[in-house]
Structure formats: C-alpha cells, structure tokens
C-alpha cells in the first residue's frame, strides 16, 4: 500500500524566513496530495493541495511542488508569521476517496 | 456552511470501560472517516463508511472497536474494552469527492 514519508519532524525558522517541508510516496497511482495544518486542539484543515496533473501550485504565502517521476512534494511557507507555528501534514491518496498522511512536522515560527 | 460535528470533545475513562463517540458530518456528504491520532503522528484511518455501507475497515482493531453509520448520515464508534494505548484523538471527517474535511476531534484519555 501507499507509505508516505514527510521530513523533517520538526522545524524552527525565524519570523519573515521561509519554511519548507518535504514529503516522498511509493506509489505511483497516488493523483491527489493535499496538506493540512493542524492547530492545537483542533483537527486538520486543508490549506492547499496539488493534483498529478499539475506540477505547481500558489496560494498568496503556501505553494506546493510536486515532481511525480521522483515521487516527491514539498511545501514552501514563504516569509513566515507567528500564527503559521502548528503541525503540517502532507497526504497521498492512491485512489479517490483514500488518503495516507506523513507523520507531520511541528513548525516553530522564532519572533 | 456547517463543519464536521463530534462529541463528546473529551473524555477520561478507566482502562476496561467503554466509550462512545458521535460523529455529524457535513451535509450532502457520502463519505465519513474515523481516524485515530495518536500524540505526535499522524492520522491513522480506523474505517471508511460509503452512505451506511464500509468500505475499508482493515486497520479497526474489531475485539473492541466498532463503528456504524445506520442511516448514512450520523457515526458512531465505540471501544469496549478500553485499554491504554487506546488514548488518542478520534477524528472524525467527511469528503465528497477528494477533499476530506475534519471535525475538532474527541481527546480520550484512558487511565
């Protein structure tokens, strides 16, 4: 099955700098790859995903890149806020209705 | 437009008892999800219900979890016998299409 593994586990970066967490997949009919945040004590919530058909995608601050010969995406957070400290997962879906999540990365966003 | 509705969003029970989680998810949508979120990982998919009907339960540890989703709206996921490595936050989410929503989670610490 699908095995998606996301790096690093966590990461501190200093206010105004750039994030970027990176994730790999095995399995090469996986088409959607969504990213959510998660706050404490909520659940996750989509920020942006990308699907296979599309090699970039831009929303104001968040981008994602998606290379799927080398079956990797990544997150960029460019020039990072206090409110953008929270635990980033990325996710796989090999079909349409399933997804597989990386185990997160805690994002520490340094004043 | 409503979110994912669940209760309880805490509970402490004794190792052996049970608990019961409600899950409501967004109107219109045929998919639910449980997942389990163990401290520090990610998401892990407990079972995946298409109107009242399962679609993959593989990962539900079936001795004591059970779900149902009788009239293909309303969830619900018991654990009985509760044991300790039960505690977690039970996600519960809802997707039409790809795009998998969350609720806030039910916090279920085992003592």
């Known amino acids: 099955g699908e095995n998606v593994e996301q790096h690093p586990s966590t990461l501190s970066v200093q206010e105004g700098d750039s994030a970027v967490i990176k994730c790999t997949y095995s399995d090469s009919a996986s088409n959607y790859f969504p990213w959510y945040k998660q706050e404490l004590g909520k659940g996750p919530q989509l920020i942006i995903d990308?699907?296979?058909?599309?090699g970039e995608k831009k929303d104001q601050r968040i981008a994602v890149t998606l290379n799927k010969t080398a079956k990797h995406f990544s997150l960029h957070i460019t020039e990072t806020q206090p409110e953008d400290s929270a635990v980033y997962f990325c996710?796989?879906?090999?079909?349409?209705?399933?997804?597989?999540f990386g185990k997160g990365t805690r994002l520490h966003i340094l004043p | 437009e409503a979110g994912v509705a669940q209760s309880p969003r805490y509970k402490i029970i004794e190792k052996r008892q049970s608990v019961a989680f409600w899950c409501n998810p967004i109107s219109g949508h045929a998919t639910l999800y449980w997942y389990q979120q163990i401290l520090g990982q990610g998401p892990k998919l407990l079972i995946q219900?298409?109107?009242?009907?399962?679609?993959?339960d593989s990962q539900l540890p079936k001795d004591r979890f059970s779900a149902e989703r009788l009239k293909g709206v309303d969830s619900t996921l018991k654990i009985q016998p509760a044991k300790l490595e039960d505690s977690a936050v039970y996600l519960c989410?809802?997707?039409?299409?790809?795009?998998?929503?969350f609720g806030e989670g039910s916090w279920l610490t085992v003592v």
């Open positions: 219900f298409q109107n009242n009907g399962v679609v993959d």
């Open positions: 990308i699907r296979s058909n599309v």
């Open positions: 989410a809802s997707s039409s299409g790809n795009t998998i929503y």
């Open positions: 996710a796989a879906a090999p079909r349409d209705d399933k997804i597989i």
